[in-house]
């Protein structure tokens, strides 16, 4: 199916009465890639991009971090938490429980994102 | 009855429930797109204990617990790398991957940049990382079957691959889903159950700390066993290139990627991710106590060059008698439960390449896949036995840093930024897979110079990946009219949500 040809399924599908109400003004500027369009869809991919780069720094700079605080306080290797070194406790336990809740945090996140795109477009 | 016998019932019994699981799937695989991505509709849970059963491979299951006995704290990186791995592919690729609607890397290369070189030559990167994980698969089994039983390193090799194929042919990734997931909880239970018993035992005997004693010549004693940094010389920087291998990698291995064609839609990608990340934390947690157990009751085994069996061995060192035996066992069949499920799944990706992009005009559909599954298995199978020097963990290592030099600048351009062309991606895939593959080479052929050039060509990733996605963007910039004709639509498609109507151009196939 190429751009030019009519979408099929909106007169064959029996079904396509429901399809065909959902289908608003804004979502069709976006399929007619008109500027107006363009706002929307750029506005959308922004928000994610954001969302994932912020998730990405905050990876970086927190476990990321962890060589580097080594490698300028070397001392901090003989320090014990819990009666663990400081290294091992970090890397062996502690990371886990942190990815999953940016993970977490994330998935909330980007959800909201779309949440918010969809309502914009039944709005309208 | 014998350790020996233990651990052979035990592989055998790995065997025997991994082909009935697979043939409980075989009974709803009826179509092509059954075999492929097992119709999509694998639920996240299911899906996420899958993904987990087949990640997990030899190098995570015997590989982390030795190199944390041999080298200390600063290999716990590659866990939380692995890890860490799917967060960022959760971040960046997981919805978007899954609403392309593509079956493989090759087929979202081609729909994105609409160019069929870009398609080839990904198949031809597809199969190149597939057969480089899958020859360790092979070698591991091998090594693991020969330690209890004293037979030739070729018979466990042979072994997995044959269950392998037998259960792609029948089943396709209908039956592997089910396998897989079986296999995940088998591996976490075959760790955790003698663990409990090595704990109660290591508490009896007053809790020594394994930092506090020395191993071998003395030279990863005391300080350098508890320090994060890796190596002696250049230790920051070799660090942070294990980082950027691990972080960056996961998501352009073949096998990770295939899967995420199975779920329903984006939203249920993303949350299958999400369970991913606790699943490999929840499993993470152990092989480093073998380890670091390891070094109190078995550092005799650093000095043998045997650390990687260090967890199909320590249970019966701690524990007397028949009980220490059948741990062991339980070990040894959890190690076979790693190299047949990732081996199942790389073969599936591979499979689903060399049947798609090698013979798919010739033959049709299921019988080209199955052609392609003995094929992708036949290939390392043969390299396994032929080149038996090449270490698990380096061949291991080569595929993530090579995937992350290739694949994971196409994923992470390709979805975020619509400029991409198809000459921008084939020049970064290409400088990118070139300086990673030509620096791992020199390294594993003994050419590699000392100092830091010899830093740099051993753990490459750290200046490959920036050079391929600058090469990527640069040239993208320099061939502006290239850019694909539809890329504004194939955004819709892989950023809205499946629940608003819109038009989403072709998905491929």
């Keep these: 199916m190429s751009e030019s040809t009519p979408r099929r399924e909106r007169v064959t599908s029996p079904r396509t009465s429901a399809a065909r109400a959902q289908r608003v003004p804004a979502a069709r500027e976006i399929d007619a890639q008109t500027l107006l369009g363009e706002v929307y869809m750029s506005s959308l991919l922004r928000s994610q991009l954001r969302l994932a780069l912020l998730a990405l720094a905050t990876l970086a700079v927190l476990v990321g971090g962890i060589p580097l605080l080594f490698w300028l306080f070397p001392d901090l290797t003989d320090v014990e938490v819990l009666a663990v070194p400081l290294p091992w406790f970090l890397l062996a336990f502690a990371v886990y429980p942190f990815l999953f809740g940016i993970g977490w945090l994330y998935v909330r996140a980007a959800e909201r994102n779309e949440r918010d795109f969809t309502d914009v477009l039944d709005r309208s | ?509």
């Excluded at chain 2, 729909?111 to 069929?116: A, G, P, Q």
């Excluded at chain 2, 079986?182 to 020594?208: E, N």
């Design chain 2, 1 to 509: 009855m014998t350790a020996t016998g233990y651990s052979l019932l035990g592989v055998t019994a790995v065997v025997v429930a991994t082909l009935a699981v697979g043939a409980y799937g075989w009974r709803f695989s009826r179509t092509t797109s059954d075999f492929f991505v097992a119709s999509r509709t694998v639920r996240p849970g299911l899906n996420a204990s899958a993904i987990g059963g087949e990640y997990l491979s030899a190098a995570s299951f015997l590989g982390v617990a030795g190199l944390v006995l041999a080298f200390g704290t600063e290999m716990l990186w590659y866990p939380v790398g692995w890890t860490a791995g799917y967060l960022v592919l959760l971040v960046f690729v997981a919805a978007p991957l899954r609403r392309s609607g593509a079956y493989t890397l090759p087929d979202f290369a081609e729909s994105r940049l609409e160019s069929r070189g870009v398609r080839r030559l990904s198949a031809l990167l597809v199969v190149a990382i597939g057969w480089l994980y899958l020859m360790p698969q092979f070698q591991g089994a091998g090594l693991a079957l020969a330690a209890p039983t004293g037979t030739g390193t070729w018979l466990g090799g042979v072994l997995v691959a044959t269950v392998v194929v037998v259960n792609v042919l029948f089943g396709g990734m209908r039956s592997i889903t089910f396998v897989q997931a079986f296999q995940y909880w088998l591996k976490l239970t075959a760790l955790l159950f003698p663990l409990l018993f090595m704990a109660a035992i290591w508490l009896r005997d007053g809790a020594v700390s394994p930092a506090s004693v020395a191993v071998g010549s003395g030279n990863a004693a005391g300080d350098s066993w508890t320090s994060p940094l890796a190596g002696t010389d250049h230790e920051l920087y070799t660090t942070y290139a294990i980082i950027v291998a691990t972080f960056l990698g996961t998501m352009g291995l073949p096998h990770v990627v295939v899967r995420f064609y199975t779920n329903p839609d984006g939203a249920a990608a993303r949350r299958t991710t999400l369970l991913v990340l606790a699943l490999l934390g929840l499993f993470y947690l152990l092989p480093p106590v073998y380890g670091g157990l390891g070094r109190l009751y078995a550092p005799d085994l650093v000095a043998a060059g045997r650390a990687e069996s260090v967890v199909l061995e320590l249970p019966a060192r701690m524990v007397d008698g028949t009980l220490g035996d059948l741990l062991s066992a339980l070990t040894t069949a959890g190690a076979f439960a790693a190299f047949l499920s990732t081996s199942s799944g790389l073969t599936v990706a591979v499979a689903g390449v060399i049947s798609q992009d090698v013979m798919g005009r010739r033959f049709g559909g299921v019988r080209a896949f199955q052609a392609g599954a003995v094929v992708a298995v036949l290939v390392p199978l043969g390299l396994a036995l032929l080149t038996e020097g090449v270490g698990v963990a380096q061949a291991v290592g080569l595929a993530f840093a090579f995937a992350a030099s290739t694949f994971c600048p196409l994923l992470v351009l390709g979805i975020w930024w619509r400029r991409l062309t198809d000459a921008g991606a084939i020049a970064g895939m290409v400088v990118g897979g070139g300086c990673a593959g030509g620096a791992v080479l020199a390294t594993l052929l003994g050419v590699g110079p000392g100092g830091w050039p010899g830093a740099l060509l051993a753990q490459p990733a750290a200046w490959t990946v920036p050079l391929a996605f600058l090469t990527m963007v640069g040239v993208s910039l320099a061939t502006p009219r290239r850019v694909p004709r539809h890329a504004a639509r194939t955004m819709v498609r892989l950023h809205t949500p499946e629940a608003v109507q819109l038009d989403r151009g072709n998905p491929p196939r």
